[in-house]
């Protein structure tokens, strides 16, 4: 597609810029020369609904910062101190106030002119669908704790046509995996079916054969079995580094996958970085087996 050609999710209208948006004009001038006119005009309309706004927070500013400016963000918890080491809304000045509304005034420095709804109790039951419903992206930043709520979430979008982008940091490094609504698998169909009780060995292996999807090969610098004890207990290790990279991927990929450009793969194929072993690389369904078989999850479900 040449890079002015209109993506499938347009409407082939553009927006007239007045002077009311000077700013979005200039605050986008460097982009100039990356990002085409048409493009940035496109991106001007785009409406992103983003679950998870914590460690993912560095996602929704850089794509503030690109020019997106229709966003519908989601969480439910408040900043706390142990948010301090990788969480780019966390300071001092936001101790215990709620995720969403603190990334929401955020947007708002960067592009007074941005539409941004902050959801205060995160996305639930009741409003997943409303959260869903109109966007053009969802990113999933959800925790694994409310994973049948995930697979709804992804269902829905899947359902409206919508593409789901999921993206774990992973020690040094950060994983991606797009679902696509005509092209990719459904979540059960590529995750597997959820277990019911979240105390039992079954859940715990659905959430380590979760993990690996986005694997390529072990990762470097990560105590695996430190990692599964601290990730039971609700504080998996996780480093700024990774946040910083896992948002530069996920602003790439929605780049790519808009306009039709670059060759970042769709689900059943993802995309792993990982930085301290210098090792970027996608994973299709023959390798995926290799990588379970390398961290132990195949022998674990034989046994």
Known sequence: MSSDAEPKWWDGVLPEFHAVDDHYLRMTDRNTGIVTSVEQQMISRVVIAQAGVGGNSDVTITLAQMGFQHFRIADPDVFEVSNFNRQLGARMSTMFRNKADVIAQEILEINPDAD?????????????????????????????????????????????????????????????????????????????????????????????RYAVNFLSARPTGIDIQLGKRRAKQGTPPSVAAACRLNAALVSTAVYGYLFDKGSIPVVPTTLHIDLLGTRMSVTGPKKRWLVRRAVGVLSKENQ
């Open 116 to 208: 941004v709804r902050a959801y205060v109790d995160g996305v639930t039951w009741d409003n997943v669908e409303e959260f869903v419903d109109g966007a053009d992206i969802v990113i999933d930043g959800l925790d694994v704790s409310v994973m049948h709520l995930r697979e709804r979430m992804f269902d829905l979008a899947r359902e409206k046509g919508i593409p789901v982008f999921t993206c774990p940091v992973i020690g040094w490094g950060a994983g991606i995996a797009i679902f696509d609504p005509e092209r990719s698998p459904s979540f059960r169909e590529f995750f597997g079916e959820i277990p019911e009780d979240p105390d039992s060995e079954e859940w715990q292996r659905f959430i380590e």
